[in-house]
Each structure stands twice: as structure tokens, then as C-alpha cells.
């Protein structure tokens, strides 16, 4: 399984971005689908994930500014970022769960290679 990312860059603080990953390779078009990131010094942490029947989690720290959304044709994922702080600054990591429904008990199976977003003051 490949897991694609793009869309990283540099914006100023309450700009936006929107990140896109596609998956290719042996894997359930039915797997969650989702965002991590770790910034310089920290830990990875969770973003969002969406289940392919459209279910979404967010971390509270981004609710009310990201939103992801999927297509399951691909099945392709995008992560819109508004209203960007600076401590969004980060690595965004694309990643696959298998299952259905997501298991914040459980790391993800497949992670992509990172977008960097870097968000200046």
C-alpha cells in the first residue's frame, strides 16, 4: 500500500491550506483513511479520519478549522485547513487503518511519506 500526499507549503497565520493523499496498492477501498502530524520536537499526533461510509473524528485542537473529507473511488482523501495557527506548523502524515471504523487504540497500518505545512506568525 502507497499512501501520496501533497499540498504542504507555507502560509501566513489565518491562511489556508488543503492537503490531498491518494492510496494505491493491495488494500480495502473500505479503510479508514485519516491525517497525523508531528511537529519539530514532539510526538505524532492525530489530526482526523473518515471511514469510506463517510464517519469523521477530529482532534480538539483542530475542530471548527480542518475538515476532511474522501473519495472512495481512488479512494483519495483531503484535509482542508483554515484559519491556521502557528502551532499547526508540522509534518501532516497521511495514513490508512484497516477496519471500518476508527480505532484510536491502535496506530495506523499504513503511513505516507509527510507534507510539510508550516504556518508563520
Known amino acids: 500500500v502507497q499512501l501520496q500526499a501533497s499540498g504542504g507549503g507555507t502560509v501566513q497565520t489565518g491562511g489556508s491550506l488543503r492537503l490531498e493523499c491518494s492510496a494505491s496498492?493491495?488494500?480495502?477501498?473500505?479503510?479508514?483513511m485519516g491525517w497525523f502530524r508531528q511537529g519539530q520536537g514532539q510526538e505524532r499526533e492525530f489530526v482526523a479520519a473518515?471511514?469510506?461510509?463517510?464517519?469523521?473524528t477530529y482532534a480538539d485542537s483542530v475542530k471548527g478549522r480542518f475538515s476532511i473529507s474522501r473519495l472512495n473511488a481512488n479512494p483519495t482523501i483531503y484535509l482542508q485547513m483554515n484559519s491556521l495557527k502557528p502551532e499547526d506548523t508540522a509534518v501532516y502524515y497521511c495514513?490508512?487503518?484497516?477496519?471500518?471504523?476508527?480505532?484510536?487504540?491502535?496506530?495506523?497500518?499504513?503511513w505516507g511519506q509527510g507534507t510539510q505545512v508550516t504556518v508563520s506568525s
Open positions: 495514513v490508512r487503518q484497516r477496519g471500518q471504523g476508527y480505532n484510536a487504540d491502535r496506530l495506523p497500518d499504513y
Open positions: 496498492g493491495r488494500a480495502y477501498t473500505t479503510d479508514v
Open positions: 473518515i471511514t469510506w461510509r463517510g464517519g469523521k
